[in-house]
């Protein structure tokens, strides 16, 4: 079993960037794919972004490709994810998630077994 625990979510203007982080405990963090979703207000959790095990492939909503680059340190047991260009539709809760069954990057919510509490990121216009 592995816990989350995500960071670096605030209050950013329409154009600026944010950096979240996903730290996991554990001695097994290179064993889970691990993914970022997000839940906007009134709306159904969504992919974000997600990266293998061993980092060298990643998968991306088609909403953030070119803006968002998600990225992972073994070492120290953390994903992260850098947003830049944000917009207002951006703002939502985001959420790191990981997955100990496959090996793939995958955008299917149901293949994550472990989730974070969220941080919420708010873009203004």
């Known amino acids: 079993q592995v816990q989350l625990v995500e960071s670096g979510g605030g209050l950013v203007e329409a154009g600026g960037s944010l950096r979240l982080s996903c730290a996991a405990s554990?001695?097994?963090?290179?064993?889970?794919?691990m993914g970022w979703f997000r839940q906007a207000p009134g709306k159904e959790r969504e992919f974000v972004a997600a990266?293998?095990?061993?980092?060298?492939?990643?998968n991306y909503a088609d909403s953030v490709k070119g803006r968002f680059t998600i990225s992972r340190d073994n070492g120290k047991n953390t994903v992260n994810l850098e947003m830049n260009r944000l917009k207002p539709e951006d703002t939502a809760v985001y959420y790191c998630?990981?997955?100990?069954?496959?090996?793939?990057?995958?955008?299917?919510?149901?293949?994550?077994?472990?989730w974070g509490q969220g941080t919420q990121v708010t873009v203004s216009s």
């Open positions: 998630a990981a997955d100990p069954t496959t090996f793939i990057p995958s955008k299917m919510e149901n293949n994550y077994d472990y």
């Open positions: 990266i293998s095990r061993g980092g060298g492939n990643t």
């Open positions: 554990g001695r097994t963090f290179n064993r889970y794919v």
